[in-house]
């Protein structure tokens, strides 16, 4: 089992950039396909990025396409999402989580293992 830890967020004005990490421990960390959602106040929680254990894969959202860029480093087991181009609707509780082994997804249901998310809040 792999346990993830998040950090990052903060309060941000409108055009403004952040970089959320997420540090992992436990299962070997390369083999494991990763991803962010985000859950907005009222609203359900929706994918935003996903990679591949080794990196080579990635995809996001359309919302998100152009401003966030996933990545992640094996050798330090974390994985971050640099946002830039923040827009209030960005605002939203953003969760690291781990893929079952061998999915690569971007359904939620698919992910085993979650952070406890970081308060990402954009300001106009």
């Known amino acids: 089992q792999v346990q993830l830890v998040e950090s990052g967020g903060g309060l941000v004005q409108a055009g403004g950039s952040l970089r959320l990490s997420c540090a992992a421990s436990g299962r070997t960390f390369s083999s494991v396909n990763m991803g962010w959602f985000r859950q907005a106040p009222g609203k359900e929680r929706v994918f935003v990025a996903r990679i591949s254990g080794s990196g080579g894969s990635t995809y996001h959202a359309d919302s998100v396409k152009g401003r966030f860029t996933i990545s992640r480093d094996n050798a330090k087991n974390t994985v971050y999402l640099q946002m830039n181009s923040l827009k209030p609707e960005d605002t939203a509780v953003y969760y690291c989580?781990?893929?079952?082994?061998?999915?690569?997804?971007?359904?939620?249901?698919?992910?085993?293992?979650w952070g406890q998310g970081t308060q990402v809040t954009v300001s106009s």
């Open positions: 989580a781990a893929a079952r082994p061998f999915v690569y997804s971007t359904i939620s249901r698919d992910y085993d293992t």
